[in-house]
């Protein structure tokens, strides 16, 4: 088997859909074995079963991340079944939008709960499998609303500017053992949720982005994979903006 990440054990995400199931095939195509994480089943083992046609071995598991116990059960579970986990991409997320006037106390706990303790609990649950290995992946799925803000998203922004800090906090505690850890910070990318924007509000997006177009999942798959990969072994502590321009 061929590739960059050739027999290596990657655990993703949300990798149902969107920016999860693109890292996920990308990381298949460049070798890996992957693990698929989502709270649903049935969307993950559509990436599953894609991953096993290119002659991947490929796991499906529905966690909800936010569950410390459950994080810790299921890494205990992936590590059993694979014999070892190389890469960690946490690109789990959710949005619950609106005005700081008008968000309820849920949607802000909802947000923070996924976001951000949902790497913190799978970040904590490999990390001594990790260790033990002395080496070890770990890319956390930012946004540039993290560094920039947004009105009506100050829970998500909260969530990926502390996903940030969390990120640069955990590299400088883990160098010395041989795992890195980088973020990566999407711009506006076409998934499901750009799909669902209004002219005006497409028109108004374009105007922040000096290249004038919105992202390709692909194009945050193929910064993960090297990110994961050989050549980005001496990079940790880093955000990584994929935003046509967005944030200079």
């Not at 569950?67 to 946490?90: C, F, P, Y």
């Not at 955990?170 to 973020?183: D, F, P, Q, Y």
Request: aromatic share 4%; charged share 20%.
């Amino acid at each position: 088997m061929s590739g960059i990440l050739s027999e290596q054990v990657a655990v993703v995400t949300g990798a149902g859909r969107g920016i999860g199931k693109a890292i996920a095939l990308a990381l298949g195509e460049a070798g890996a074995h992957v693990v698929c994480l989502s709270r649903t089943l049935s969307d993950i083992e559509t990436t599953a079963d894609a991953l096993k046609a290119m002659g991947r071995k490929a796991w499906a598991h529905a966690v909800d991340v936010s569950d410390s116990q459950a994080a810790q059960e299921i890494a205990a579970t992936i590590v059993k079944e694979t014999g070892r986990v190389d890469i960690l991409i946490n690109n789990a997320g959710v949005t619950r939008d609106d005005l700081l006037m008008r968000m309820s106390e849920e949607a802000w706990d909802t947000v923070i709960d996924t976001n951000l303790k949902g790497a913190f609990t799978l970040c904590k649950a490999f990390t001594r499998t990790f260790m033990k290995q002395r080496q070890g992946r770990i890319i956390n799925i930012a946004s540039v609303v993290g560094l920039m803000g947004n009105a009506g998203q100050a829970n998500y922004a909260a969530s990926k500017a502390g996903l940030i800090g969390f990120t640069k906090s955990i590299a400088k505690e883990l160098a010395s053992r041989g795992i890195t850890c980088n973020a990566i910070a999407p711009g506006f990318i076409e998934t499901d949720m750009t799909a669902a924007l209004n002219d005006a509000q497409r028109e108004a997006i374009m105007d922040q982005i000096p290249l004038k177009r919105l992202g390709q999942v692909n194009d945050i798959a193929q910064a993960a994979v090297y990110l994961c990969g050989p050549h980005a072994g001496y990079m940790t502590g880093q955000v990584m903006t994929v935003d046509g321009g967005m944030v200079m």
